[in-house]
């Protein structure tokens, strides 16, 4: 819920699913409440959505082996991109959350613009051309102030390297 400071009420977004655990190690309110404001918090910021889901796992790596031992698995899925999974390992839980936050937000941003950027090819199709095939009556073209006659357009080969490294036929 997020409280609306214009007209001092509290209403409901829709906010992606938020899953906290811990594995092998029992997780203390401050260390979720630090996961809920360092992690999610952020990813907040620019995206939202309800379908997407975001699962922070903490752990005891090693046990009482010692050694950077405590893990941190961030895990988002979002709608119509690539999971994306993150891992480190630090002697403190907290900073492994701060890096592994970090690296999720980034990679996070990256796959957002992935998803905005227009995937087809579009065909490079000159005016000339265009007027060569028929798509356009020639007398357009030629009425213009810096028009020249076009006559049948050049045929282009499919790929010039491929072509190139060709054997001749026989």
């Known amino acids: 819920m997020r409280q609306d ?4 009420t509290v209403r409901t977004l829709p906010v992606m699913k938020v899953i906290i655990q ?4 029992r997780l203390s309110a401050g260390i979720k409440n630090y996961a809920q404001e360092h992690v999610v ?3 907040e910021r620019f995206y939202d959505n309800e379908a997407a889901e975001l699962r922070v796992e903490l752990g005891d790596a090693r046990g009482s082996k010692g050694g950077p031992d405590k893990e941190c698995h961030l895990t988002l899925r979002m ?4 999971t994306i999974q993150i891992e480190e390992s630090t002697q403190d839980p907290y900073a492994s959350l701060d890096v592994a936050g970090d690296r999720l937000v980034r ?6 613009e992935r998803m905005r950027r227009p995937t087809g090819r579009h065909k490079y199709r000159p005016l000339a051309t265009v007027v060569a095939e028929g798509g356009v009556p020639a007398g357009l073209v030629e009425d ?5 006659s076009t006559g049948a357009a050049p045929r ?3 790929n010039g390297a491929a072509a190139r490294n060709r054997k001749p036929r026989r």
């Open 144 to 148: 213009l102030p810096n028009g020249r």
């Open 5 to 8: 400071a214009a007209i001092g």
């Open 22 to 25: 811990g594995k092998q190690m």
């Open 41 to 43: 918090a952020q990813l």
């Open 107 to 112: 990679a996070a941003k990256k796959e957002i």
């Open 156 to 158: 282009r080969r499919a």
């Open 79 to 82: 709608p119509g991109a690539r």
